[in-house]
């Protein structure tokens, strides 16, 4: 099955629940671990970039449903590359960057990196992101790490959201307004 | 990254250019990029590819989308996707498909071509069955996994007769969005003769029902060689839903649907503009029935209770891919086949190559030169060269 290309056998697609849950083992033994991170500053980094996204989508007027996408490309990402070799920063950007995209409302990345920038320098600071060097390096590797994120999800970065669902269940449960439910769920 | 394992990552990865031989072969271009007929150089296998590099460097949104949605889609009348090069040094990215000898619009251009030359070919009526099978076919996989594009108007027309509608997706956005003006599509793909009445009267959704109604219209038109709603070409770029004229086409094959026939059309946004513009009593002598019987389809085939099933003006009631599948015309001899072909001559001409940097004058002559019915195509989308991919090669089926 499947088709060769070169030396290699490149699997079709099959897209089931089976097949986008990623097995226990991968859960337990991340490639960041492999590579010599412990669990907490995992955890940690994988909170700080979706917070990142949520924010920057926030400034970027981003749908709270491209949020939501990036965050879930970035988590999957660090299930097959670690944060060790990959900048959590970089990656993040680049999943705000390919939400967008994915959810129709795009925006630049230019836009992008200045308002990860305004984000890093925190509050009561407000300096200008000099478009220099540094600044077209890092562009380059925010479009360079869109690429390895498209390329190591295969390019399955159609994501169902549970929201929606879970606002229809609650319906039917009759428990729309216990706000406090809603919100947790 | 240190620099070992980039090199190291450079040397390993596959360059499209190292994989397949496509030098000289375009078949197709159009804004969404370039389409080459390709050939593997291993020679690992003798199959013909289709190539499309994509325009543009880097990922566009309609890229984007195209891709992730071909991953999910999997049904032998649907384009399969077989691999994405991403190319490092130019930043380019190339899509690979199955390859395709003909394709649906190919089929429909050329008997249009020999009708307008007054050398009228039928189409064999066993073909135009089993290609209608696959249509319905693809298209009911499609709607089955809620595959359709919402606000895209235009985009129903040339994805239909493309076959391959999913593959659409990423360009619909390409027709909405005024980057480049239609015009420069093919002047014929673009038109209103595919579309609903309830788009032309300003229904602002994507429906289902929308593309049966596509499908009856090409339908008709492989059973006739004529497109059925035939209209006089319009300034395409008009935002306005509105056509009277394609609408007056409507009417005057099918005839003013009556009140009890389509309850809703009151609640159509264009409802008064219609009522102002349009009176009954135009069309009282037009009617399906009329119009098929010219073309000698006799109204109490099966081929042609069908057509009225699907060219059914309210779109509550049109009949639905699924129970157009079941419909008696595709149990009755001939049945359908897996190959469209099966059994006839081809007499489609092969697909021929476009040199590398046609200047944009020569483009235009070619697309006159269809127009007059000299018949070499030159198909500006893929989606047309992957769609009939199947019609020969699926083996099992129906």
Same mark, same amino acid.
């Given at each position: 099955?499947?088709?060769?290309?070169?030396?290699?056998?490149?699997?079709?697609?099959?897209?089931?629940?089976?097949?986008?849950?990623?097995?226990?083992?991968?859960?337990?033994?991340?490639?960041?671990?492999?590579?010599?991170?412990?669990?907490?500053?995992?955890?940690?980094?994988?909170?700080?970039?979706?917070?990142?996204?949520?924010?920057?989508?926030?400034?970027?007027?981003?749908? !709270? &449903?491209?949020? =939501?996408?990036?965050? /879930? *490309?970035?988590?999957?990402? %660090?299930?097959?590359?670690?944060?060790?070799? +990959?900048?959590?920063?970089?990656?993040?950007?680049?999943?705000?960057?390919?939400?967008?995209?994915?959810?129709?409302?795009?925006?630049?990345?230019?836009?992008?990196?200045?308002?990860?920038?305004?984000?890093?320098?925190?509050?009561?600071?407000?300096?200008?992101?000099?478009?220099?060097?540094?600044?077209?390096?890092?562009?380059? !590797? &925010?479009?360079? =790490?869109?690429?390895? /994120? *498209?390329?190591?999800?295969? %390019?399955?970065?159609?994501?169902?959201?549970? +929201?929606?669902?879970?606002?229809?269940?609650?319906?039917?449960?009759?428990?729309?307004?216990?706000?406090?439910?809603?919100?947790?769920? | 990254?240190?620099?070992?394992?980039?090199?190291?990552?450079?040397?390993?990865?596959?360059?499209?250019?190292?994989?397949?031989?496509?030098?000289?072969?375009?078949?197709?271009?159009?804004?969404?990029?370039?389409?080459?007929?390709?050939?593997?150089?291993?020679?690992?296998?003798?199959?013909?590819?289709?190539?499309?590099?994509?325009?543009?460097?880097?990922?566009?949104?309609?890229?984007?989308?195209?891709?992730?949605?071909?991953?999910?889609?999997?049904?032998?009348?649907?384009?399969?996707?077989?691999?994405?090069?991403?190319?490092?040094?130019?930043?380019?990215?190339?899509?690979?498909?199955?390859?395709?000898?003909?394709?649906?619009?190919?089929?429909?251009?050329?008997?249009?071509?020999?009708?307008?030359?007054?050398?009228?070919?039928?189409?064999?009526?066993?073909?135009?069955?089993?290609?209608?099978?696959?249509?319905?076919?693809?298209?009911?996989?499609?709607?089955?996994?809620?595959?359709?594009?919402?606000?895209?108007?235009?985009?129903?027309?040339?994805?239909?007769?493309?076959?391959?509608?999913?593959?659409?997706?990423?360009?619909?956005?390409?027709?909405?969005?005024?980057?480049?003006?239609?015009?420069?599509?093919?002047?014929?793909?673009?038109?209103?003769?595919?579309?609903?009445?309830?788009?032309?009267?300003?229904?602002?959704?994507?429906?289902?029902?929308?593309?049966?109604?596509?499908?009856?219209?090409?339908?008709?038109?492989?059973?006739?060689?004529?497109?059925?709603?035939?209209?006089?070409?319009?300034?395409?770029?008009?935002?306005?839903?509105?056509?009277?004229?394609?609408?007056?086409?409507?009417?005057?094959?099918?005839?003013?649907?009556?009140?009890?026939?389509?309850?809703?059309?009151?609640?159509?946004?264009?409802?008064?503009?219609?009522?102002?513009?349009?009176?009954?009593?135009?069309?009282?002598?037009?009617?399906?029935?009329?119009?098929?019987?010219?073309?000698?389809?006799?109204?109490?085939?099966?081929?042609?209770?069908?057509?009225?099933?699907?060219?059914?003006?309210?779109?509550?009631?049109?009949?639905?891919?699924?129970?157009?599948?079941?419909?008696?015309?595709?149990?009755?001899?001939?049945?359908?086949?897996?190959?469209?072909?099966?059994?006839?001559?081809?007499?489609?001409?092969?697909?021929?190559?476009?040199?590398?940097?046609?200047?944009?004058?020569?483009?235009?002559?070619?697309?006159?030169?269809?127009?007059?019915?000299?018949?070499?195509?030159?198909?500006?989308?893929?989606?047309?060269?992957?769609?009939?991919?199947?019609?020969?090669?699926?083996?099992?089926?129906?």
């Amino acid at each position: 099955q499947g088709i060769l290309i070169g030396d290699k056998v490149y699997s079709e697609v099959f897209l089931a629940i089976d097949s986008s849950l990623i097995p226990e083992e991968r859960l337990f033994t991340t490639p960041s671990m492999l590579d010599g991170l412990d669990r907490e500053t995992e955890t940690d980094l994988r909170i700080l970039g979706c917070e990142l996204i949520q924010a920057a989508g926030i400034l970027l007027h981003l749908p !709270q &449903v491209a949020m =939501a996408t990036g965050q /879930v *490309l970035f988590q999957r990402l %660090f299930y097959s590359k670690s944060f060790i070799k +990959h900048s959590f920063e970089i990656v993040a950007m680049a999943c705000v960057n390919l939400a967008s995209k994915i959810e129709e409302s795009p925006r630049r990345v230019r836009d992008v990196i200045n308002v990860f920038h305004h984000l890093k320098q925190g509050k009561g600071k407000n300096t200008p992101l000099v478009l220099d060097q540094n600044y077209i390096n890092t562009k380059n !590797q &925010v479009i360079k =790490a869109e690429r390895r /994120v *498209l390329k190591e999800l295969g %390019f399955c970065v159609h994501v169902k959201h549970p +929201h929606k669902i879970i606002v229809m269940y609650l319906q039917v449960l009759e428990c729309e307004k216990n706000q406090m439910l809603v919100q947790t769920a | 990254m240190d620099h070992d394992f980039k090199t190291r990552l450079a040397a390993e990865r596959e360059r499209v250019e190292d994989l397949f031989e496509y030098e000289g072969c375009k078949v197709g271009r159009g804004t969404y990029g370039h389409v080459y007929k390709a050939k593997r150089k291993d020679g690992k296998d003798e199959k013909e590819y289709a190539l499309k590099q994509i325009e543009g460097t880097g990922i566009s949104m309609s890229a984007c989308r195209e891709i992730a949605l071909l991953r999910e889609l999997k049904h032998p009348n649907v384009i399969t996707l077989q691999k994405v090069f991403l190319s490092h040094s130019d930043r380019k990215v190339w899509l690979l498909f199955d390859y395709a000898e003909h394709d649906l619009w190919h089929i429909i251009k050329f008997h249009r071509a020999s009708k307008a030359n007054k050398k009228p070919m039928q189409l064999p009526r066993g073909m135009v069955k089993s290609l209608l099978y696959q249509i319905l076919d693809g298209i009911h996989y499609l709607h089955a996994n809620w595959v359709l594009h919402r606000d895209l108007v235009k985009w129903a027309v040339y994805g239909f007769l493309c076959l391959c509608v999913s593959a659409d997706m990423g360009f619909a956005r390409l027709f909405n969005s005024p980057l480049k003006p239609l015009a420069d599509l093919d002047p014929v793909v673009v038109t209103f003769w595919y579309r609903a009445p309830e788009l032309l009267l300003g229904a602002r959704h994507y429906t289902k029902a929308i593309d049966i109604w596509a499908i009856g219209c090409i339908f008709a038109e492989l059973l006739t060689s004529e497109p059925i709603f035939h209209c006089r070409q319009e300034d395409i770029k008009t935002s306005n839903p509105f056509h009277h004229d394609q609408l007056d086409r409507i009417f005057s094959v099918m005839g003013f649907p009556a009140d009890k026939d389509w309850e809703d059309i009151r609640k159509m946004p264009e409802y008064p503009t219609l009522q102002k513009d349009f009176r009954r009593t135009t069309y009282a002598n037009s009617s399906l029935i009329k119009y098929m019987e010219k073309h000698k389809v006799k109204p109490d085939s099966k081929v042609f209770l069908l057509l009225q099933k699907l060219l059914t003006m309210d779109p509550t009631k049109r009949i639905t891919s699924e129970q157009a599948l079941q419909d008696p015309y595709f149990l009755e001899d001939p049945l359908p086949t897996s190959d469209v072909f099966a059994g006839c001559q081809i007499p489609y001409p092969k697909r021929e190559f476009l040199s590398e940097d046609e200047p944009e004058e020569k483009t235009e002559k070619v697309t006159m030169s269809y127009r007059h019915g000299l018949g070499s195509y030159k198909g500006p989308d893929l989606q047309k060269f992957a769609c009939t991919k199947n019609m020969h090669t699926q083996k099992s089926c129906i």
